[in-house]
């Protein structure tokens, strides 16, 4: 499949998200494609620097019907887990 060399080279060292350590918050989405890239830039540009390994960046690709629409998510974490607990 074109592109599966170049999508699992960038996963590589990418620790996933286990479901016990939160859920993800939706901070920004749109179907303008200029607005997504200014708000990325912006977001960059922050003298805070944003913890990236806790962003979910999504391309929800469209058809006809369904535009295509760009996500950017956070993750919150959860409560503590108690020990013993799986």
């Known amino acids: 499949m074109p592109g599966q060399r170049k999508r699992k ?3 590589r060292g990418r620790r996933p998200a286990d479901p016990g350590d939160g859920h993800w918050q ?3 989405e749109t179907q303008d ?13 922050q003298p805070e620097r944003v913890d990236e390994s ?5 391309t929800l690709c469209g058809r006809l019907t369904y535009p295509t629409t760009y996500r950017l ?5 959860g409560p503590a887990r108690e020990p013993g607990q799986a």
């Open 9 to 11: 080279r960038q996963q």
């Open 26 to 28: 939706v901070l920004f």
């Open 33 to 45: 494609e200029s607005e997504w890239r200014a708000h990325l830039r912006q977001l960059r540009a």
């Open 54 to 58: 806790k962003l979910r960046i999504d």
């Open 73 to 77: 998510s956070r993750l919150v974490p």
